[in-house]
Every structure is written in structure tokens, then in C-alpha cells.
């Protein structure tokens, strides 16, 4: 790939947005890894470093990989946590977390039809992490075998286990590799399990008290505009930025650009709204009126509210539906915080629907009318 010298910051730069649409082009996808964004996967290997180039009229974000040469970013870049699959080799994907979805009571597990059982790998992913952080993934004495709780049930409402075996192989990366989903006491695999383990692991804990998951529709809100208008405006409909937003903008070449593309045009219309109070309101008082909406649907129904996991904060949320354009037709979902010092809430952020779903499925199954994944299809 090109790469480029910065002043000041060495050479072997790569442009992030140029490295993704390669990472594509050769059916490379690190979303089977669970993570939504490249920055966020190579990040997880604390062998790169970043740069941001903000003396161009459109930010650009290089990557490199890191260098002796170059220790003081090693030492700045936080130890990313173990994810599932750096830990145990599980087999080919997604064909080796199927067996895990036929064990377990039915569901859909899949968003895209393009990536299979993406919504059961992010639990995976993310199940593993909380039970490594409560210290709930049980070793054998002789420390041959590793298991945890998925969290699952199989048909009888019986516990899955993910049962492993230390790793003997050098090719292999991982310290563990997968024998089976199980059920304690079925087949070879739980009745292994059942035989080394005299107890059964425990499932993650989410939820410590019921106000974590019930909106309380009394309590006041603050909004954080410049993160939901302009941070994650690429995150809103297009139809509801072209309504909104300044008449020049050229929105049809919006809605047709490449990836790449898209960013710049993001950041042009970003920049036009931000220096454009008129219109800076137009878009606040709209999305006032969808919150609002969303609060009184919460409140004739309490089930509208979503209790969601965060899992790069570790923290609870509750979802909102929001409705930007159609009061009937769900966009995104709006992610709101409750403060356990004052009891108000924080609206964070928003999501779409798909990431909404996987946040909210680490917790439990979402059955509300504007969160399943009929609704996350349609929509």
C-alpha cells in the first residue's frame, strides 16, 4: 500500500480510510472479530499507532505499525483486554459457533446476511470479556481445562457451558482451544465437564438493582447535542440531514459517495451545521421532539425502554427509540445514562439499530416492538 512521511512524525504512514476499503477488497472483515471499527481492532493489538492530520481542510487519519524507533507511543497505548477469540481457537467461522446457536434455545442471531451469526459472535465476544473482568472463567486444578457460562439455555432451560483444553499446538496462537458447547452431563463433552469441575461457572452479572433497567419517565434529561448532531452525524438518516440541514449541501452526492468519500463530505457538512446556528437549532429542536416522543411511548409502555450493556464502559443504559423523519418507522436508538448521584439522566449518544441490538442482546433477548430483529430487518 502507498505510504506516506508526515512532517514530524517519521514515515511508513498509511491512510486508515484507504486501508479499509483494501481490507474489504480482499474479503478481509475484522467485524468477525467483534469489533465495529478498524481503528478499534488494530488499537486491540497494541501494535500500531495512530495519527490524526489535522492540518488539511478534512482531518485524515493515518495508521503505522510500531517500531523500536518509536517506543514512546508503546508506552502511551493502554493494554487493549483478551477477546474471546485471542484466547481460544474455536475452529473456522462462522461454521464453529453454529453448533453453539442448534444447542441453544432458537433464536436469530444474525443481522447481516452477509457476515452469519454476527449478533452471536459479539455476544461471545463481549460474554467472555465481563466474565474474565468478575473472574467467573473456572481452570481446572492441573490446568488442562478452562470453562465459563455463555449465558445461554439450551430448549430444557439447561445452562451452556463452553468447555476448552490447553492448547498444545505452536501454530496456534491461543492458549485454549474450543472441545464443545455443552450442557453439563450430556454427551463426552458435559460429562468431561461435569467429571473436573465440582462446580458449575457462573453466568455474568449485569444488573445490581431494578432502577438500572426501568426509565423513569419523572426524572429530568440533559442532551448531548454536539455529540448526537455532529459527532455521530453519520449515524443519522440522510433523508432527516437533507430536511434539516443547508440547502447548498449536495445530499444526492452524499447518499452515492464511496466510504471515502463519505468522510469528507461527513466532515463538510459537520463544519456547515456547526457554523450555522439557524440550522444548528433546526436539528436540535427536531431531535427534542423525537426524545419527546420517545419519553411519552416509554411511558404508556414501560417495555419501550431497552436496558442495554456497554461494554467498553462496562456500565448499564437504557435505549430509546427515536423517530426522526416517520413518527411510525424506528431510526436509531438514543442511549441514556442515569447519574446514581442525582437521578438524571444523561442522553449520550445514539446508535444504529444493528450495534443497539448486540448491546442490548449481551443482557437479555430484546422483545419490544421496535427492537427485534424483524424490526432491525425492516428497518
Known amino acids: 500500500m502507498p505510504r506516506f512521511s508526515l512532517e514530524g512524525q517519521g514515515e511508513n504512514w498509511i491512510n486508515m480510510a484507504t486501508l479499509g476499503i483494501a481490507l474489504r477488497n480482499n474479503g478481509i472483515d475484522f467485524r468477525h472479530k467483534g469489533y465495529e471499527k478498524l481503528g478499534d481492532y488494530l488499537e486491540s493489538t497494541c501494535s500500531y499507532e495512530f495519527y490524526l492530520d489535522r492540518t488539511c481542510d478534512i482531518p485524515v487519519k493515518y495508521v503505522r505499525e510500531k517500531s523500536e524507533e518509536n517506543p514512546r507511543s508503546i508506552r502511551r497505548q493502554p493494554k487493549a483486554p483478551t477477546r474471546f477469540l485471542d484466547w481460544a481457537f474455536i475452529g473456522k467461522l462462522p461454521e464453529s459457533v453454529k453448533q453453539l446457536a442448534?444447542?441453544?434455545?432458537?433464536?436469530?442471531?444474525?443481522?447481516?446476511?452477509?457476515?452469519?451469526?454476527?449478533?452471536?459472535?459479539?455476544y461471545l465476544n463481549n460474554t467472555f470479556i465481563k466474565l474474565m473482568n468478575e473472574k467467573k472463567i473456572l481452570y481446572s486444578e492441573d490446568r488442562l481445562y478452562a470453562a465459563f457460562n455463555t449465558g445461554l439455555v439450551d430448549r430444557r432451560y439447561l445452562p451452556i457451558y463452553g468447555l476448552f483444553k490447553k492448547n498444545t499446538i505452536p501454530a496456534l496462537n491461543q492458549d485454549w482451544y474450543l472441545i464443545k458447547f455443552t450442557v453439563s452431563g450430556e454427551g463426552a463433552a458435559g460429562k468431561t465437564l461435569n467429571r473436573i469441575f465440582s462446580m458449575m461457572p457462573e453466568r455474568a452479572s449485569y444488573i445490581s438493582k431494578i432502577s438500572d433497567i426501568c426509565f423513569d419517565h419523572k426524572a429530568r434529561m440533559a442532551v448531548s447535542y454536539d455529540h448526537i448532531l455532529l459527532d455521530r452525524i453519520e449515524r443519522l438518516p440522510i433523508e432527516f440531514l437533507e430536511e434539516n440541514g443547508p440547502s447548498n449541501f449536495d445530499f444526492l452526492r452524499l447518499a452515492a459517495a464511496s466510504e471515502v468519500e463519505k468522510d469528507k463530505l461527513y466532515n463538510l457538512l459537520r463544519e456547515s451545521i456547526a457554523n450555522d446556528i439557524r440550522c444548528y437549532r433546526r436539528f436540535q429542536r427536531r431531535l427534542d421532539d423525537a426524545i419527546n416522543l420517545a419519553r411519552s411511548k416509554t411511558e404508556w409502555n414501560y417495555k419501550t425502554a431497552i436496558p442495554s450493556y456497554n461494554p467498553r464502559e462496562d456500565s448499564i443504559s437504557i435505549l430509546l427509540p427515536l423517530s426522526l423523519i416517520n413518527d411510525d418507522v424506528v431510526d436509531v436508538a438514543l442511549v441514556v445514562t442515569k447519574s446514581s448521584r442525582s437521578g438524571n439522566y444523561q442522553a449520550e449518544t445514539i446508535l444504529s439499530l444493528p450495534l443497539a441490538y448486540k448491546n442490548a442482546r449481551l443482557i437479555t433477548r430484546p422483545d419490544s416492538y421496535w427492537m427485534n430483529i424483524s424490526a432491525l430487518k425492516s428497518n
Open 102 to 122: 442448534d444447542t441453544a434455545l432458537e433464536e436469530s442471531w444474525t443481522s447481516d446476511d452477509e457476515h452469519p451469526y454476527d449478533i452471536l459472535l459479539n
